[in-house]
């Protein structure tokens, strides 16, 4: 709530209700994920209402999206990082950047501040790269 009152966004039901599941989503999630658990508690929501809620959550910087082969991803995490999508799978895996954090750097940008990064690097999760060993 506290959240959505900081970035000047109006408190509503659906609001909240859709924060509270994103909040036990875990880290990476999918719109219609969202929409087919909310649907439980919340009957008459749609699933543009979801995608609605999504984008002005993410046009105020509560959440960041990207893109993987055409599908949205929405997380939470808003540090620099990189996503690693499992292509076994299919989960996304963190990969911290901190180790390399002049990779934003690298890119000339003439003094311009960089905002939001959204890097995707596609190979096998921490899991899938034991199991397949
Ligand atoms: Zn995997
Ligand atoms: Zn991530």
């Given at each position: 709530m506290e959240l959505l009152r900081k970035s000047g966004l109006k408190v509503t039901p659906q609001r909240l209700s859709v924060m509270n599941v994103i909040m036990e989503a875990g880290e990476h999630f999918k719109a219609e994920e969202v929409y087919r658990k909310l649907k439980k508690s919340e009957?008459?929501?749609t699933l543009a209402t979801v995608y609605n809620i999504f984008r002005s959550l993410t046009d105020n910087g509560i959440i960041n999206s990207f893109e993987v082969d055409g599908t949205t991803w929405f997380e939470s995490?808003?540090?620099a990082h990189a996503n690693l999508f499992c292509e076994k799978c299919g989960t996304i895996e963190d990969v911290s950047l901190s180790e390399n954090s002049n990779l934003l750097e690298?890119?000339?940008?003439?003094g311009r501040k960089v905002r939001s990064a959204s890097l995707v690097l596609k190979g096998l999760c921490t899991k899938c790269s034991r199991n397949s060993r």
């Open positions: 009957p008459s929501i995490n808003l540090d690298q890119f000339s940008l003439d």
